[in-house]
């Protein structure tokens, strides 16, 4: 069999080494702290999966509109209009199967061979590979850690060529859960406008926020009509499994990235859809105590790494990661093995503190950690303890 050269652009996922050698020890009953989960920790709560019996007793178990059912897509606009200020019609918005399809359609939907697409780095994992896919190329737009990843390093204009079509933006992040700074998304909607690129917003870590409260993009001046809005019940909900996101953006589009799934997936699953419109527009308290519980969480991860010497950490305003600068260890060793990048570092944190943790470099930051505070306050507690000790080993 001979596959296609599609395959050689896109890059295995470099966090698989260290998760399959977490995988054989916690099956040799060793006792592991996972702080590398990318999903809550939090089963869906009781309500939402009723409503999904409900669904499947009322016979909601069959193929839906492409673009997803009327009463959801109502709810979604409803939805925008509530917390991100938005007004949407449903013509202009699409279901998917997560927010991974919605960008994914986008990216098919806009990319011609050899477009150019900005991507904030460090970024979410998965943005150059669909660039990728859509034959385009990423271009990585370095945020400023000192500037806690609120902007990039240098101003936003000279990322872009002619070649440019579109910019993804991720606030609050993954990996570093930083939420962009005012001035630079007027700047980015300013460049934008001139340029005519569209803007993906990526906010599935919307409702994941601290002590400031999110905007979205569109609701900026001038971004409406150039912004398409993605979001997914995964996070907000811990409904990861349940596979359902959406976009909001300009008719053309929707219907564009309507055409595509068409042919790929053609609806989101239908239990899932008719589950989501209460989920969407009814109470809400479920998803604001796991924010809230998030919000602990990051404290004490914050306070614990803050207080371990040669590691730099920025506070993280949203998401359930945080992204300490670990490079000061690079060049230690112990018992003769040196650690020489993030890959090393997670190896040795593995195996000599039993934690789980992602490297950087897969999110494009080979200086960095990614630390999930998707765990329980304790095993956070106990996980930083253990990475202390163990970094007290190297010289
Ligand atoms: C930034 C970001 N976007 C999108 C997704 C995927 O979300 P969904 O489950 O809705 O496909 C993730 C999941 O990790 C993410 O971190």
Sequence with gaps: MKLADRLDKIKPSKTMAVMALAKDLKEQGVDIVDLGAGEPDFPTPEYIRDLATKAMADGYTKYTKVD???????AIVVKLERDNNLTYSTDQIIVTSGAKQAIYNAMMAVVNEGDEVIILSPYWVS???MVKLADGEPVFAELDPKRDYRRTLKP???YVTDRTVAVVLNSPSNPVGSLLDDEFIADVIKVSREKSLLIISDETY??????????????YEGAAELTLTVNSMSKTYSMTGWRLGFAAGAKELIKAMSKIQSQITSNANSIAQ???VETLTGDQSAAEMMKDKYWERRDVVYEGLSNLPGIEVNKPEGSFFIFPDVSAYYGKSLNGKSINGSVEFAEFLLEHAKVVVIPGIAFGSDNNIRISFAAPREEIKKGIERIGEALNLLN
Excluded: D, V
């Excluded at 994941?208 to 905007?215: A, G, R, V």
């Design 68 to 74: 997803g059912i009327p009463e959801l897509k109502e």
């Design 127 to 129: 943005f150059p590979e």
């Design 156 to 158: 936003f204009e000279e």
């Design 206 to 219: 919307e409702r994941i926020t601290f002590e400031n409260k999110y905007k979205s993009i569109a609701a």
């Design 274 to 276: 008719k589950a989501s």
